[in-house]
């Protein structure tokens, strides 16, 4: 570092004297340098080469404002990592933050009459649908809805197909450098849902409000991948390539098989079912140790983010992947459960008159395209409670 | 998306140094310092890129503008090694070569050459044109007779045009100069 800096020294003296001429004080250092061998041999060879007239011509065909448009959209890309990480400590905060916003809300409430009944909706409240955002490594951001049929070129020259299922990076038969291979997220809002292959084939669905973040192509020995939210992944068989998804403190790793990682940042738990074959999963304990447990198929590990610990036990698996079926199932789950997972569905905002409701509890088994109000509507009609709905806002209140 | 808030550092003599004039003052050198080590030149701007892109993470950390640009070529070196590392794996590129370009004396000597030319097509671009056309004529080694007879002007006229440009030359080059000569009898 030492060394470039001064031969970058080396070559501003250099210019200088090349351009006009230099002064006493600068000869003198020139002369300094001379006296190093290896730096006076390369000042001989660049004084005898000259300088090139045609080269400098090519500084000026730059297009420094296309170029730098491209490292800001890198930078953004970048930073956006970090801005999830925040996102996350945010939403921790509105759930501190919740209690109080209720309070104002509930004070306000009481002041109105309120119509009974559901259906008072102005706006309608509609179910999520296939939609997400992918982030291309070079910062372009496309938006994936179902309809057209289209081709996406990534900076490393792969080409990832997208068609009315979802994106597909099997395509790719290019060999492209492993330095080189690109890191591509999908995000899905609120409301929304969607599909996709990964070039070793896996097949993952997203539930709404999720992120996944992976190579175009795997290179190495393992294949990793990130996410968060609610991901179902069908791994292709590869037993010498292990697949490795990364949930922040949780890792979980399988050679080929089926299974469910529920990981959403508002709920206390990591929830990883499996569905067929084996995994294995590494936790983060509160010690900082990282503690190591197997699944078989029907069992499912239960990591709690406050306590970092993991529980296994053995569950109804269709209930933990009803989401990629299309069906939202309920046993006995709490009314608070259940109504977290319609907002991030439904795109709904929930307020509870009281805590008592919150734990109130529901089986149902309903179809997750449906309309709010039949579901809604069929827990009114069986219980003392009433829904509340304006906008999108669903006021939960005793009958 | 919006663009991205320029950075800006204080740097050497108390100066300020700003990310996006950085950026414009060395990405077409680096471009063209790229392709010195390169055997596929065109993938030069996209490696450029991503130096600058890193550099943006560290540009706080810097307290001299030799120092930035010393990481800059080396950041760009490494980038392009790495490239025709993969190459050489490849396409069995005549290994001699690459280790000819692997070599460090090789770099500091791109360096000096790159970083020579790059001041003075910097410094030369901002003449008036009659100038800039007179000192690289001169530069090429004419005699002022003979840049007379090239550009229709008189020997007289030749002189007084090379001493401005020489002037103004050196009044932009001593900037640069500066701050050597502050790193130097630090």
């Known amino acids: 570092m030492k060394n470039t800096q001064e ?30 061998e290896d730096k006076n041999e390369i000042l001989s060879s660049v004084r005898e080469k000259g300088i090139d007239f045609d080269r400098l011509e090519r500084y000026q065909t730059f297009n420094l404002e296309e170029a730098r448009k491209k490292v800001d959209w890198k930078i953004q890309f970048r930073l956006k990592s970090k801005k999830i990480n925040f996102a996350k400590i945010l939403r921790y905060a509105a759930i501190l933050a919740l209690p109080l916003a209720l309070a104002v809300y509930m004070l306000y409430l009481t002041d109105v009459t309120q119509p009974d009944g559901v259906g008072q909706a102005t706006i309608e409240i509609k179910p999520g649908e296939t939609k997400a955002q992918l982030y291309l490594s070079d910062g372009r951001i496309v938006d994936l809805e179902k309809q ?3 081709l996406i070129r990534e900076t490393d020259g792969s080409v990832i197909e997208k068609d009315s299922l979802g994106l597909n990076y099997q395509t790719n038969t290019l060999d492209i450098e492993p330095e080189r291979i690109a890191e591509n997220v999908i995000v899905t809002p609120v409301g929304g849902e969607y599909q996709l292959t990964l070039s070793d084939g896996t097949k993952v669905w997203m539930n709404a409000k999720s ?133 991030r569905w439904y795109d709904i905002k929930v307020f509870f008159q009281s805590n008592e409701l919150k734990n109130m509890r529901f089986s149902a088994r309903i179809d997750r395209y449906g309309n709010i109000n039949d579901i809604l509507e069929k827990m009114q009609q069986t219980t003392n409670i009433n829904f509340d709905i304006k906008n999108n806002i669903i006021q939960i209140k005793k009958k | 998306m919006n663009q991205t808030p320029d950075k800006i550092i204080i740097i050497d003599n108390n100066e300020s140094l700003s990310y996006n004039s950085l950026f414009n003052e060395m990405y077409a050198g680096l471009c063209l310092f790229s392709e010195r080590f390169l055997m596929v030149s065109s993938e030069g701007e996209d490696l450029v890129q991503e130096v ?117 030359l050196r009044s932009k080059l001593q900037n640069i100069f500066d701050i050597v000569m502050y790193i130097m009898w630090m």
């Open chain 1, 7 to 36: 031969h970058i020294k080396l070559a501003q003296l250099l210019a200088k004297q090349l351009a006009g001429e230099l002064s006493d004080a600068e000869i003198e250092q020139l002369t300094l340098f001379q006296k190093e």
């Open chain 2, 52 to 168: 600058f892109v890193k550099l943006w993470a560290k540009f706080d950390d810097f307290d001299s503008l030799n120092a930035i640009k010393a990481y800059l070529y080396q950041a760009t070196r490494n980038a392009c090694l790495n490239s025709i590392r993969h190459e050489k794996v490849k396409r069995k590129y005549e290994a001699e070569q690459v280790h000819q370009v692997e070599s460090e004396t090789y770099f500091l000597k791109q360096v000096v050459e790159e970083e020579t030319s790059r001041i003075i097509a910097n410094s030369i671009d901002e003449l008036p044109p009659q100038c800039k056309k007179i000192l690289q004529l001169s530069m090429q080694g004419l005699k002022n007779q003979e840049i007379a007879e090239d550009l229709g002007i008189s020997v007289n006229s030749v002189k007084t045009q090379k001493s401005i440009a020489y002037k103004t």
């Open chain 1, 148 to 150: 057209q049929k289209d």
């Open chain 1, 211 to 343: 992120e996944i973040r992976y190579p175009v192509r795997f290179i190495g020995n393992t294949r990793k991948v990130k996410m968060s939210g609610e991901v179902y992944f069908k791994v292709a068989k590869d037993a010498r390539k292990p697949f490795i998804v990364d949930v922040n403190d949780v890792e979980v790793k399988v050679l080929g098989t089926q299974f469910n990682i529920m990981a959403y940042p508002d709920e206390r738990s990591i929830q990883t079912t499996l569905v067929e074959g084996a995994v294995s999963l590494k936790a983060k304990e509160l010690s900082g140790k990282t503690t190591s447990v197997g699944l078989s198929p029907g069992r499912q590990a239960d990591y709690d983010r406050f306590s970092k610990s993991v529980e296994t036990r053995e569950v109804d698996v269709d209930r933990f992947i009803a989401w990629k079926n299309g069906k939202f199932v309920f046993e006995k789950e709490s009314l608070n459960d259940i109504m977290r997972k319609l907002e």
